[in-house]
């Protein structure tokens, strides 16, 4: 799976590393809250990061295809609830 190894530099699984200015990264992501934004990089094999709903979720690789990001991977944990105190 690929990484995100900062808030603006991705690594791919072909070994391809993608960085960018935090501010562009940051626009993505609020942007990404309406439609999908996809962010290349301008290397001669062309990367692009895909964001949706303010997070990303995937690097497109010319060799690869699809490949998710680990932290698109990890499912919400769902909170539980406490059982209510008998004394109240």
Known sequence: ??????????????????SFC???VKECKEQSMKLPVSL???????HFIVFRRGRAIEIECPELGSVPLDAAAEKPKHRTRRAKDPRV
């Open 40 to 46: 290349g990089d301008s290397e001669k094999d062309e």
């Open 1 to 18: 799976m690929a990484r995100e190894i900062l808030f603006s530099d991705f690594e791919c699984d072909c070994g391809h590393c993608s």
């Open 22 to 24: 935090e501010g562009t």
